[in-house]
């Protein structure tokens, strides 16, 4: 066991890396920060700290929450060599970061390799870790680091029953595993859904003019990390795919995965060939408004998880492109098309002619942050792990 010392709050480190990351974990952290026995350490890493994508330092600030150090990690290039570099250049660095802060417990969320290297830093230095959506199978790479984080964490808060089961399956002992849903709905469960007048113009970006009053699309495609040095053709399918069906479209720009340069050369180099008059590309979202986006979309398409995960609490048409979701649960909202332009724009054609679809609560009903919040505060942590099959 962990002794942890008495009459005072614990202090539980959050780790956020990317866009996607803070909107996983944004409920938890203001849980713990308003948690009477707890005391919030933030440290920002990777691409959050990274203008080109979003510069998510400034949405976390102007949320109220101050860091407590900042780790820069990000080896530029997005190839599968910088990507290793950048994972081992993160442990040495919050290596560091730990040792200053002594958390009681740290916190890592999903499959990126930033999650990786937070894993193997606190799991090395004896700091309980607590891993969020473990259990849950997709493809790409982020499947097999998304079980070596698991096997390195302490606590466990899946997001759906079935990975909770999966969990226990891989040997984690069942009193580990608290399933809780996912944060990520909890920012969207009871706020104004309704597309702001304005959002389109105060998140800037680039391209054509959108009307908030019409009918558009999303598209959010991330390169793949185990199909390196494809990203480029694949993404050439999406924008055919898009470009006939002629909607006004908010695209996002992809994440620092391995294969980044690719996707987002092919955005470019569409853009200045084409110079279409229903593209517009963004950078970056805060998570609320991200949400209000995709509920108000004629339908999302891609392959983020944002369509399989708030997608099936928000009812929304989502067309999942390709294998980086594979296998991942999801309602009936999702569809899935390959890398071709035809089935992608057959699918996209299918799922606006359908319309909403009903809410599915699978991934969560809008408490887990508070959830997580009281087992941290509560818990005893067992840092000598056992194989637990029953």
């Not at 958390?103 to 969020?132: G, K, Q, W």
């Amino acid at each position: 066991m962990k002794p942890v010392r008495q009459n005072r709050r614990r202090k539980v480190c959050v780790l956020v890396n990317s866009r996607a990351n803070y909107g996983r974990v944004k409920s938890v952290m203001r849980a713990v920060k308003d948690h009477a026995d707890l005391e919030l350490q933030l440290v920002l890493g990777a691409s959050a700290l990274l203008q080109r994508f979003g510069n998510v330092r400034e949405v976390i600030e102007s949320d109220g929450f101050t860091p407590h150090a900042t780790v820069h990690s990000i080896v530029e290039g997005e190839t599968p060599t910088t990507m290793a570099k950048s994972t081992g250049l993160a442990i040495i660095e919050l290596a560091t970061q730990f040792e200053n802060l002594k958390p009681d417990i740290v916190v890592t969320v999903a499959d990126r390799f930033e999650t990786l290297a937070t894993a193997v830093a606190a799991s090395y230095m004896n700091i309980p870790l607590a891993h969020t959506q473990g259990g849950e199978v997709t493809g790409s790479i982020d499947e097999s680091v998304r079980h070596a984080v698991t096997k390195l964490a302490h606590i466990h808060f899946p997001a759906t029953k079935l990975a909770a089961q999966y969990l226990i399956r891989m040997g984690e002992a069942p009193d580990t595993v608290h399933f809780t849903g996912c944060p990520a709905i909890d920012l969207i469960a009871d706020i104004d859904l309704s597309l702001p007048d304005d959002l389109f113009v105060r998140y800037r970006g680039v391209g054509a003019e959108l009307a908030p009053k019409r009918p558009y699309l999303v598209v959010l495609q991330h390169p793949v990390t185990t199909e390196y040095g494809e990203g480029f053709a694949q993404i050439n399918e999406t924008l055919q795919a898009v470009g006939r069906l002629g909607m006004q479209t908010a695209w996002l720009w992809p994440n620092v995965d391995a294969g980044s340069d690719d996707v987002s050369k092919g955005l470019r180099m569409y853009r200045e060939k084409e110079r279409p008059d229903w593209l517009h590309l963004y950078r970056n979202f805060a998570p609320e408004d991200y949400a209000r986006l995709i509920n108000n979309a004629a339908c999302l398409i891609g392959n983020s998880s944002s369509g399989l995960r708030e997608g099936a609490f928000l009812g929304v048409p989502v067309v999942n492109i390709g294998t980086r979701q594979g296998g991942r649960e999801h309602a009936p909202n999702v569809v899935h098309a390959g890398y071709n332009a035809d089935e992608i724009y057959a699918a996209v054609r299918r799922q606006i002619d359908r319309g909403r679809y009903p809410s599915s609560e699978m991934f969560g009903t809008g408490d887990a942050g508070k959830r997580i919040a009281d087992v941290l505060a509560t818990s005893t942590f067992r840092i000598q792990k056992r194989l637990a099959y029953v």
